[in-house]
């Protein structure tokens, strides 16, 4: 979007935004939820056979929301085609995450995804034509410096031993797989309603899943599996998954790839917040600085705030209400 000095800011456009941000940061904090319920239950089953249970649950689960809200009707080749390109990058992302953890550490993989806005920013400006204004360009390298400092609480001689390996690769590709979903979304949305694009994505995604977990899944013991363990994959069944993928993809063609990628940013912050609550100590004064970066990034660049600064400069006043 260009900059000009005479539009009016509409009050209505801001309360739609304001309503998609809020809808963001509920988004975020459940995804960054998933992280310790993970955690807690990924010894006691596969992580690929768990990713594979988990996108067929949310298929399943959302199937009858769909069903009565929609109807789900046979989507044409052309559509089925739509929705098993954007799955395949998902599955990709997650494949990727998985097999590069046997050849990286947690940290490696953190600290790579941190630039993931910063890739869909760049996607999101060759396929969506979307300019890169003045607030991204501060705001995406600052957000990016500020998760790496959660991620390595400050400690400047952990990050600078950083060594990039095989699995730092692979792990990236699987990140710029994810930047390419998130752009996507909105250049293959067809104006269907998005729970409906969502169940689809999640069916096909759950097609691509079971052959990748097939192999697998013989071994599993599926009535030794512990209730902790099923209510946690109902967890992210539900909430971190088709309730997430349903408000990023529906926010992503509000606020386009970039902004709502950003929020990302915020992730490495609140998973330390959620750690405080489950009884966690605080975090160290090292990682504060960090915390602050991505939060003011993730301000700077929701708020658009050059725009505003571009309306005072030339003294001239968004218009009032009408």
Known sequence: MSFDPNASVKPAVVRADLHVHGLMLVATFLVATSFPVVAAITD???????????????????????????????????DLLRYSLL??????FFWCMFASLRMTTPLNTAAIFSVSPVLTAGIAA????????????????????????????????????????????????????????????????KGEPM?????????????????????????????????????????LSVFTTFVTFFLFQWSTTRIGPTRVMSYTFLNPTLVLVIGLFAGNTLPPLATWPGMVMTIAATVILQSDFTRWFGYMRRGIRPAAPS
């Open 44 to 78: 006691s089953l596969d992580s690929v056979v768990l990713t594979f249970v988990r996108f067929a649950l949310a298929t399943l689960l959302l199937a009858p929301l769909v069903a009565w809200r929609f109807g789900i009707a046979r989507p044409s080749l052309r």
């Open 126 to 189: 060759i396929l969506l034509r979307e300019r890169i204004t003045r607030s991204a360009r501060i705001a995406l390298p600052l957000g990016a410096i500020g998760a790496i400092w959660v991620i390595f609480r400050g400690d400047l001689t952990a990050l600078l031993a950083l060594q990039i390996g095989m699995g730092d690769l692979l792990f990236l590709a699987g990140t710029l797989a994810l930047a390419s979903y998130t752009t996507l979304v909105k250049v293959l949305h």
């Open 195 to 235: 729970a409906r694009m969502t169940f689809w994505i999640l069916a096909t995604g759950s097609i691509w899943l079971l052959f990748v977990s097939l192999p697998r899944l013989g071994s599993v013991s599926w009535t030794e599996i512990p209730i902790r363990t099923l209510a946690g994959i109902t967890y």
């Open 87 to 92: 799955s395949l990058l998902l599955v990709t």
